[in-house]
């Protein structure tokens, strides 16, 4: 009988050492669909997405269901437009349901850009920087509950920063890149703290008339146009 209880604290150990030890995590980033602003709606919320921003979300949501992989965590931002692409990735995940992070809301954080600089106010300035780098503690790091893939439904300004700092270069380098509305960043935090940069704002599931959002990209509406 003591043969068999040690033998059973010995599985039991080995199980819970093994649960213990870090472990890979890969998070998707995805953008926002296309929106258009209104002056009249408070900046801390945001307007909702546009008709447009909604086909985009619709197709983002299918090619994410399409990996056919386990998404253990579902985030989003808490403006307007992030939870309206959220809700429509979400029908394509149920059982889910996405958590709200503030640090998550869009901002500008510090750019090699003066014109950009001169209009910010530094207070504002260091809050984004706290936000963004709050994130980044907090989720972008090995797992420690086994592997996981992680989805976080937020802001072009948000995604860029992440992709900087996973790549270790000058953090106020990110407006160099420039991401699509709908768009997919893929970021893989290795079980020994490594990152490795998959994709980023990997538009490939929507056709040529629905892109907006990225450098180069026209501006699109769904609107009637008037009869000549």
Known sequence: MNKLFLSFCLLAFAVLANASEPSARTIYLVRHGQYVSDPAISEKIGPGISPIGSAQAHLAGARLAGLQIKFDSF???PMQRARDTAAIIGRNFPEKKFNVIDDLAECTPPTRDKKIMAAEKPEDLAACTAALNRVFAEYFKP????ARNELFVCHGNVIRSMVVRALGVDPDSWLSMSVGHASITKIR???D???KIIAIGDVGHL???LLTGASGDPERSLAIPTSP
Request: aromatic share 12%.
């Open 189 to 191: 935090i290795e079980a």
């Open 143 to 146: 797992s420690q509950d086994g």
């Open 193 to 195: 703290g490594r990152f």
């Open 75 to 77: 985030y989003v931002s």
């Open 207 to 209: 056709p040529p008339n």
